[in-house]
């Protein structure tokens, strides 16, 4: 039987349902980490909760993020992507089951540590095993729908809180509430196939054709990737370490204004009429659906004009957008909403980079673990963030706060400058071999 490449295979439904289930960690992230905001206003007054504890619970589940991307991240890579892809869903809807009982603040932190932690897991696992599944073509749609999944759970976690804002009790069933889609998640998951790639990088070779022959009905063959055993400490060599700190660089400046941004956003809400107790739901929803819709005309630019273009454009459009924020004083709402809009729309880009380059730029048998330690670095400055930014907005106010990051992007614009490479219509085992210091068109 003549065997037929892996990138020649069309989109199938195992495609599918490998981006749609494997989206929903990003989806569970954004659900729980937004979810906890609004259960905060009921929870306050019935837990005695001070600035200094509703700090700590805000940064809880980041810290938790920075624990289980680095850990689960190498462990996958040693273990295998669908072993974990199903313990870290279970864990996930257990751990929000039991927050719905926590009567103390200390158990409160706890259980956000911890369903952190778990979250986190499944970032490198699930983006490793889409990688790993998709095409050259595919590639850039299916990272990016990880993205725009993380709003669609912020989205649907501010609809849950609206409608559970005046129920008497309301905030159990909001931490709880996450138990349904993890239910729905692993259904999903429970019956998808190892990665055809680790199986290879493993030698299990026989295993990888006779799965490939049960999902195409042909033989499949690969790019050539050498089977390796996983070693962390090749993340530090030469040729990976600066790519683990360029991307951390360009991950870290596009979180940290968009921290930003997310703050500013109920202001601007605000002016129209929806700052105040259960519309303030509403009003995140509108900050959320600005940043999702920036990641659908990513998804295509990224096949279109190519990786770097992209990612300089849009750092470059961000800060101008930022810097008009905090320069221009009396701008006006339209004004204010319209820069707010550029801003969130073009973070599309960058949003998707963060994901699609640790996964392309890095080899299967340290993929996940690139992922995971990329993340980590990048969630400190998240952390940081969460932590400074309602100092620096109360003693310099909100266009210093704008002035900032529209630097923090503008050190993302000079890094994508300097060190972006283009990766556009290469095969992972053609973007394994790039290097840093390479100049690219």
Known sequence: MQARNFDDIRFTSIHRRIMLWGSGGPFLDGYVLVIIGVALEQLTPLLHLDAEWIGLLGAATLAGLFIGTSLFGYISDRVGRRKMFLIDIVAIGIISLGTMFVSSPMELLVMRVLIGIVIGADYPIATSMITEFSNTRQRAFAVGFIAAMWYVGATCANLVGYLLYEVDGGWRWMLGSAFIPCVIILIGRFDLPESPRWLLRKGRVQECEQMMLKLFGERVVF?????????????????????VLFVAAIWTCQV?????????????????????????????????????LGCIPAMYWLNKIGRRPLLIGSFAIMTIALAVLGLVSNLGIWLVVIAFAVYAFFSGGPGILQWLYPNELFPTDIRASAVGVIMSISRVGTVVSTWALPVFITRYGISTVMLIGALISLVGLVVSILFAPETRGLSLSQTGKITILKKYS
């Open 256 to 292: 940290i204004p968009m921290f930003a941004i997310y703050t500013f956003g109920p202001q601007i809400v605000g002016l129209l009429g929806w700052d105040e107790g259960r519309n303030a739901a509403l009003g995140n929803v509108v900050i959320s659906l600005f940043f999702m």
């Open 223 to 243: 790019d050539e990737e050498p089977q390796q055993e996983t070693r962390f400490m090749q993340l530090f060599n030469k040729r990976h370490f600066p790519f």
